[in-house]
């Protein structure tokens, strides 16, 4: 049984930094994993993907502020947010797929394509 658990969310002022990680266990090589995020009220949207060899898309959103990295060694997925600014303010998910068509999903589609998830871990930025 596959399973993704994220840690590392919290409450941070504006500008700080946060690193999420996202531990997965199981029978699953991972081609592509991406982290999610959702806030109140809103649908649940993509934020970074990275691939088994290394290419990665941000949203325009967290671009030069959040750097998305695999560690195939550790069996963990990290997110590093920094300059953290109250938008950032969501349940952030981790994502996962073994199937090699993952690289050709672009983040903003593939929400419901991903075969895994996480129970997610809140990001609460203030002002």
């Known amino acids: 049984q596959v399973q993704l658990v994220e840690s590392g969310g919290g409450s941070v002022q504006s500008g700080g930094s946060l690193r999420l990680s996202c531990r997965y266990s199981?029978?699953?090589?991972?081609?592509?994993m991406a982290w999610f995020r959702q806030a109140p009220g809103k649908e649940r949207e993509g934020v970074a993907r990275?691939?088994?060899?290394?290419?990665?898309t941000y949203a325009d959103s967290v671009k030069g502020r959040f750097t998305i990295s695999l560690d195939n060694d550790k069996n963990t997925l990290y997110l590093q947010m920094n300059s953290l600014k109250p938008e950032d303010t969501a349940m952030y998910y981790c994502?996962?797929?073994?199937?090699?068509?993952?690289?050709?999903?672009?983040?903003?589609?593939?929400?419901?394509?991903?075969?895994?998830w996480g129970q997610g871990t809140q990001v609460t930025v203030s002002s």
């Open positions: 994502a996962g797929d073994q199937r090699s068509g993952c690289r050709l999903w672009s983040l903003g589609d593939s929400l419901f394509l991903y075969n895994y």
């Open positions: 199981g029978a699953y090589i991972p081609s592509c």
């Open positions: 990275i691939t088994s060899d290394g290419f990665m």
